[in-house]
């Protein structure tokens, strides 16, 4: 079993940036495939970056130029850098872990971009 836990989400401003940590309880050495959905008001939760195969980065359009995704296997966490935030990024952020054919979620972290 994986417990993860999100933490830096928040309100900024349009152009502003915040950086999204994903604590794993347990090791994420082994985990080859790790990433970040969000679910914002009223749309269907999609796929904002993601690891895979251990260390291929792969971004939805929407994001690329503006967001990193990294992991940090010696600390178990797992991090989304948000540059150049927009109201459309407004959204709950989900990190996920698939370790031993199995898929984990955190519990989600407001992130709130307005004026």
């Known amino acids: 079993q994986v417990q993860l836990v999100e933490s830096g989400g928040g309100s900024v401003q349009p152009g502003g940036s915040l950086r999204l940590s994903c604590a794993a309880s347990?090791?994420?050495?082994?985990?080859?495939?790790m990433g970040w959905y969000r679910r914002a008001p009223g749309k269907q939760r999609e796929l904002v970056a993601s690891i895979i195969r251990g260390t291929s980065t792969n971004y939805a359009d929407y994001v690329k130029g503006r967001f990193t995704i990294s992991r940090d296997n010696a600390k178990n966490m797992v991090y989304l850098q948000m540059n150049s935030l927009e109201p459309e990024d407004t959204a709950v952020y989900y990190c996920?872990?698939?370790?031993?054919?199995?898929?984990?979620w955190g519990q989600g972290a407001q992130v709130t971009v307005s004026s």
């Open positions: 347990g090791s994420i050495v082994s985990s080859r495939n």
């Open positions: 996920y872990v698939d370790h031993d054919l199995l898929r984990f």
